[in-house]
């Protein structure tokens, strides 16, 4: 059972507020919890904390940051089954998803534990003339300074594993600003970093609404601002000053199934319903497009509809549901709303395309239009397109006619067109016979195009928060 109310952390420590925010079972829409909410003073002071704590965090030794994200990852183990229950009340993750991704949080603070005693620098060979005898230069990664962090509400761990994880590792104080509608996964990552000996003002968690979180943004004291989320992440860019910049900013990502691959089709079918349906279509690398070679288009489409047609709908709670329910019943209502648009400018529905509420059928179309929302735009929903092509150069043109570029996947049997669509695709990852929606955490993850800048994956988050300082050393004469 969740708590009754959740405190905001400021400074490391936990904090009341008369201001509470409802949180929502995201199924049944009653109230779930209820979350402190900071006062207009607080992020100015957490941000000030930040800024003290920066010295501090810069001294705390490795293997001091290393023993409290171990810590964290064993109190993440305890905690599994309360993680895993917030997960599916807050954000409706089917509960089975909800457990997976507490094994990524866990996974995550491993890796950035192992990470915190070898962020190394190198040795430059400077004797390049006779002038340079005698120098030698030497580097070595020194901490940013004060970051910030704004993460949505699809993965309320593990997105905030990605970022709070690094900066522990890297020596780096923050403040965090989780999604309002899914705080609770975030909270409890406080709650534990509470009890480790942390350098006072290293962290500040504050469940801010997006109108009070502009100093997180513009604050020229900040060195880092990573934002995962929609495309406003280009205004905040653009407003952040001088400092570091990393964007996620979600996708469209599609799927090329080679004409080889019809031997294989119950695999690969099972594989893209997990990555159009899996939490509802609500991931960044969710399968929204699926490009199949003529020969094996049909059989491939008879069988992807009876897979979906399959998938159990409902209550998140309930270990046999794969589908829950989307954020809220806006985002339903905006993608039915996209649906519907595809089918009346000639797109067909081969299966669901129905809503109740915030839950919204497991929906495949063919025929859908390529200037439609629903090709062009991210569905961020329980929605895939299905479209033939007869040349591998029309499907390599297919996947690139977007406007997005996160990742994309393709099922080859062949080495040649693995290795064209890792060197043609517009992509920032290119994932060969499985769907774009895998990842792993220690992988470099982002994109280009709409779909951001920078890199995330616990060494690339790592090298973004820290910086490069130079030596350069004579030899005596």
Same mark, same amino acid.
């Given at each position: 059972?969740?708590?009754?109310?959740?405190?905001?952390?400021?400074?490391?420590?936990?904090?009341?507020?008369?201001?509470?925010?409802?949180?929502?079972?995201?199924?049944?829409?009653k109230?779930?919890?209820?979350?402190?909410?900071?006062?207009?003073?607080?992020?100015?002071?957490?941000?000030a904390?930040?800024?003290?704590?920066?010295?501090?965090?810069?001294?705390f030794?490795?293997?001091?940051r290393?023993?409290v994200?171990?810590?964290?990852?064993?109190?993440f183990?305890?905690?599994?089954?309360?993680?895993?229950?917030?997960?599916?009340?807050?954000?409706?993750?089917?509960?089975?998803?909800?457990?997976?991704?507490?094994?990524?949080?866990?996974?995550t603070?491993?890796?950035?534990?192992?990470?915190?005693?070898?962020?190394?620098?190198?040795?430059i060979?400077?004797?390049? =003339?006779?002038?340079?005898?005698?120098?030698?230069?030497?580097?070595?990664?020194?901490p940013?300074g004060?970051?910030?962090?704004?993460?949505? &509400?699809?993965?309320?761990?593990?997105?905030?594993?990605?970022?709070?994880?690094?900066?522990?590792?890297?020596?780096?104080?923050f403040?965090?600003?989780?999604?309002?509608?899914?705080p609770?996964?975030?909270?409890?990552?406080?709650?534990?970093?509470?009890?480790?000996?942390?350098?006072?003002?290293?962290?500040?968690?504050?469940?801010?609404?997006?109108?009070?979180?502009?100093?997180?943004?513009?604050?020229?004291?900040?060195?880092?601002?990573? &934002?995962?989320?929609?495309?406003?992440?280009?205004?905040?860019?653009?407003? =952040?000053?001088?400092?570091?910049?990393?964007?996620?900013?979600?996708?469209?990502?599609?799927?090329?199934?080679?004409?080889?691959?019809?031997?294989?089709?119950?695999?690969?079918?099972?594989?893209?319903?997990?990555?159009?349906?899996?939490?509802?279509?609500?991931?960044?690398?969710?399968?929204q497009r699926i490009?199949?070679?003529?020969?094996?288009?049909?059989?491939?489409k008879?069988?992807?509809?009876?897979?979906?047609?399959?998938?159990? =709908?409902?209550?998140?709670?309930d270990?046999?549901?794969?589908?829950?329910?989307?954020?809220?019943?806006?985002?339903?209502?905006?993608?039915?709303?996209?649906?519907?648009?595809?089918?009346?400018?000639?797109?067909?529905?081969?299966?669901?395309?129905?809503?109740?509420?915030?839950?919204?059928?497991?929906?495949?179309?063919?025929?859908?239009?390529?200037?439609?929302?629903?090709?062009?735009?991210?569905?961020?929903g329980p929605?895939?397109?299905?479209a033939?092509?007869?040349?591998?150069?029309e499907?390599?043109?297919?996947?690139?006619?977007?406007?997005?570029?996160?990742?994309?996947?393709?099922?080859?049997?062949?080495?040649?067109?693995?290795?064209?669509?890792?060197?043609?695709?517009?992509?920032?990852?290119?994932?060969?016979?499985?769907?774009?929606?895998?990842?792993?955490?220690?992988?470099?993850?982002?994109?280009?195009k709409l779909?951001?800048?920078?890199?995330?994956?616990i060494?690339?988050?790592?090298?973004?928060?820290?910086?490069?300082?130079?030596?350069?050393?004579?030899?005596?004469?």
């Open positions: 059972m969740l708590n009754k109310t959740y405190p905001y952390y400021l400074a490391n420590r936990p904090q009341t507020s008369k201001t509470m925010l409802d949180v929502r079972d995201k199924y049944s829409g109230l779930a919890t209820r979350v402190a909410v900071p006062d207009v003073k607080a992020t100015g002071k957490a941000i904390a930040a800024v003290k704590a920066a010295r501090p965090m810069r001294e030794k490795p293997w001091a290393q023993a994200l171990q810590h964290c990852v064993a109190r183990s305890e905690r599994r089954d309360e993680l895993a229950e917030a997960l599916c009340i807050e954000a409706g993750k089917p509960i089975r998803d909800a457990a997976g991704e507490v094994t990524r949080l866990i996974e603070f491993r890796i950035a534990a192992e990470e915190a005693v070898r962020i190394n620098g190198e040795t060979n400077l004797e390049l =003339a006779s002038r340079l005898d005698g120098y030698h230069g030497y580097t070595r990664r020194v940013l004060p970051v910030s962090f704004i993460t949505p &509400f699809n993965f309320p761990l593990n997105l905030v594993a990605h970022k709070v994880a690094p900066a522990i590792a890297a020596g780096c104080p403040v965090l600003k989780p999604a309002e509608k899914t609770i996964g975030a909270l409890i990552i406080g709650e534990v970093l509470a009890e480790t000996d942390l350098p006072k003002g290293a962290f500040s968690i504050l469940t801010l609404d997006g109108a009070h979180a502009t100093p997180l943004v513009e604050d020229e004291r900040f060195k880092l601002l990573s &934002f995962t989320g929609g495309q406003i992440g280009w205004d905040l860019k653009a407003r =952040a000053g001088r400092k570091k910049v990393v964007l996620e900013l979600g996708g469209n990502a599609a799927c090329i199934v080679d004409a080889d691959q019809g031997p294989k089709l119950d695999k690969v079918v099972e594989r893209l319903v997990f990555g159009a349906f899996y939490q509802s279509g609500q991931s960044c690398i969710g399968v490009y199949a070679h003529a020969d094996i288009y049909d059989a491939l008879r069988k992807l509809v009876a897979a979906t047609r399959k998938l159990k =709908a409902g209550d998140p709670k270990k046999n549901v794969f589908l829950g329910p989307m954020i809220d019943e806006a985002a339903a209502e905006r993608l039915h709303g996209w649906i519907l648009e595809a089918k009346k400018a000639g797109g067909k529905v081969l299966c669901g395309g129905k809503r109740n509420g915030n839950m919204l059928d497991a929906t495949l179309m063919e025929g859908v239009p390529k200037d439609a929302k629903a090709s062009r735009q991210e569905a961020f929605f895939a397109l299905l033939p092509y007869r040349k591998f150069d499907a390599i043109a297919m996947v690139n006619d977007s406007d997005y570029g996160l990742q994309a996947g393709i099922f080859t049997d062949s080495l040649d067109h693995a290795m064209r669509a890792w060197n043609e695709l517009e992509q920032g990852g290119v994932v060969v016979n499985d769907i774009p929606s895998f990842r792993v955490d220690n992988m470099p993850y982002g994109g280009i779909s951001g800048l920078g890199r995330e994956g060494r690339y988050a790592i090298e973004d928060m820290t910086e490069l300082r130079l030596m350069v050393m004579r030899e005596s004469a």
